[in-house]
């Protein structure tokens, strides 16, 4: 699905990548570990076209997206939902309204919205919640909003960036249990994270990334640095 | 590019980014208007003193009265030598006959100047040539020929001064609209650009967050750029809707009262300068034109696509 081919990425003549080869599967579960700035974020900015490559080959669906125009990168991004540790709801608008909002962005009609909306809701447990704004809920509620306005464009991939790195181990695990649960439907999964214990919970693929070079790679495996 | 559903959010997006800093939006579309005011003054200003200019110049000419008694075909000849100079634009003749008859016809209601003519065994009237020329300028040195000696014994006066001082200071007071009035719409311009960059700067100021989401949800360009340039067209059209509200009165009420004591012959508003939905349309076109450069400005600084 997705195919790394010796990919470097440079700022300022510092290496945050190099030479990175991977090949993500459909349908796949991957924890990719390191410490911060060890090149985590930058490899998800590349996915979504945010960040350019300077050598090398990313390959998603066998569309080279060094090829994509600048323009047409809304249309990669739609395809790839992405989670962030700060989780980036807008404060002033409800549950629903954060999600319908991706939506609406996208161009969607709104019966399809309102239609939409509350399965999403559902399928990550907040149907309840759906008009409390964020500051009403909790932290593993809101990343669990931030989950669902990703999933709003059915996306075939989903970039989790760090999404408990500000959860407590109850919220952590409600996260990564929904993340389970939307890798179980289809979807492929990247995690990114330093949390042991949770990767240790997934028990899937663990690549591990130190100083923008990929050190390790385990099918089903540990938490390894 | 744009469907209509998106059209319609980005219209509203634009909607509530202007309601959102009412206050702001409003100063902006106020210094819109004032550029707006100044400039449609100007133009009319320019436009009026133009049409009496015009108006003035076409009753310019030289007025060329020959002695009494002159051959037709000696007068035929000098109008054929003056009408070589590249310089002359038209001249026509008044027989002397006709001069006596139109005079005649004038007065033909006066029993006392009738009676008089009667009398009369001789014409007293000249023959006479109407001479125009392209520029207004060239009228000084082409009385000169014609009082030359070379006509002195065929010309008894020539006649062309009247009006050129009225014309002159008409010049001047022209000149100084174009020069002073481009400047002060030039001001005004730079001014309203400025606000209007300025509030525009703060709307993605205030919106980074919506924005920053947006990009990550995979809203197109157009899309997120759309609503700033809705606001930055929201200020032209207020300013217009304000500005012409001022402008109607000048319109319906000053307007006529200057054209009927310049030429009240003359139907002024027959004339693209002195129609009002003509001029509203170019207020429409500066405003947008200026909102859009800042607005472009703006984004093109500050908003991270």
């Not at chain 2, 100007?42 to 009026?48: I, N, P, Q, R, S």
């Not at chain 2, 009753?59 to 060329?64: A, R």
């Not at chain 2, 980074?208 to 997120?224: D, F, H, P, S």
Request: aromatic share 10%.
């Amino acid at each position: 699905m997705i195919k790394f081919q010796n990919v470097t990425k440079t700022y300022n003549h510092h290496n945050a990548l190099s030479g990175i080869n991977l090949d993500v599967r459909h349908g796949e579960f991957i924890s990719l570990v390191g410490l911060s700035g060890a090149g985590k974020t930058t490899l998800f900015k590349l996915i979504i076209g945010e960040e350019r490559i300077d050598g090398g080959q990313i390959l998603i669906d066998d569309v080279d997206i060094t090829q994509v125009k600048k323009s047409d990168l809304p249309y990669l991004r739609r395809k790839i939902g992405m989670v962030f540790q700060d989780i980036k709801l807008l404060p002033k608008r409800t549950a629903y309204e954060n999600i319908a909002f991706a939506m609406e962005v996208c161009g969607h009609r709104i019966d399809k919205i309102h239609k939409e909306v509350p399965k999403i809701l559902e399928l990550v447990g907040l149907m309840h919640k759906k008009d409390s704004f964020p500051h009403e809920m909790s932290g593993g509620e809101k990343q669990r909003v931030a989950i669902a306005r990703a999933l709003s464009h059915r996306p075939v991939l989903l970039l989790a960036d760090e999404p408990t790195g500000n959860l407590d181990e109850v919220n952590a695990a409600e996260v990564l249990d929904l993340l389970m649960k939307i890798n179980k439907l289809g979807t492929t999964v990247i995690l990114a994270t330093h949390d042991a214990g949770l990767v240790n919970k997934v028990k899937k693929r663990v690549i591990t990334i130190e100083a923008g070079k990929i050190t390790l790679e385990q099918e089903k495996g540990k938490y390894k640095l | 590019m744009l469907d209509s559903i998106s059209f319609l959010r980005i219209i509203k997006t634009g909607l509530t980014n202007f309601g959102r800093n009412l206050w702001l939006s409003f100063a902006a579309s106020m210094v819109m208007t004032t550029t707006l005011v100044i400039f449609a003054t100007l133009f009319l200003l320019f436009a009026l003193t133009n049409y009496s200019l015009k108006t003035i110049q076409s009753t310019v000419d030289i007025s060329v009265y020959f002695k009494i008694g002159l051959a037709e075909e000696q007068i035929n000849n000098i109008k054929n030598d003056i009408q070589q100079d590249s310089r002359v634009k038209e001249i026509s003749y008044v027989s002397a006959t006709q001069a006596f008859e139109e005079f005649k016809t004038r007065h033909q209601d006066d029993p006392l100047i009738t009676q008089s003519l009667n009398e009369l065994t001789e014409n007293p009237l000249p023959a006479t040539l109407h001479v125009k020329t392209n520029l207004l300028e060239d009228y000084p040195a082409i009385a000169e020929i014609l009082q030359s000696d070379k006509y002195k014994d065929f010309v008894d006066k020539v006649n062309f001064e009247d009006n050129r001082v009225v014309i002159e200071r008409l010049n001047k007071i022209l000149k100084f609209i174009v020069t002073f009035g481009l400047g002060l719409v030039a001001v005004f311009a730079i001014i309203a650009i400025l606000v209007i960059y300025n509030t525009i700067t703060l709307t993605i100021y205030n919106r980074k967050e919506e924005v920053e989401i947006m990009r990550l949800v995979g809203a197109t360009n157009w899309y997120i750029r759309g609503p700033f340039l809705a606001e930055g067209v929201l200020y032209s059209l207020l300013a217009v809707a304000v500005s012409g509200l001022l402008l109607f009165p000048v319109f319906s009420k000053i307007i006529p009262k200057i054209t009927d004591y310049v030429n009240p012959q003359l139907n002024f508003y027959g004339h693209n300068f002195f129609n009002y939905w003509y001029l509203l349309l170019s207020l429409l076109v500066l405003a947008l034109v200026l909102s859009t450069v800042s607005t472009f400005f703006a984004i093109r600084k500050y908003l991270k696509i």
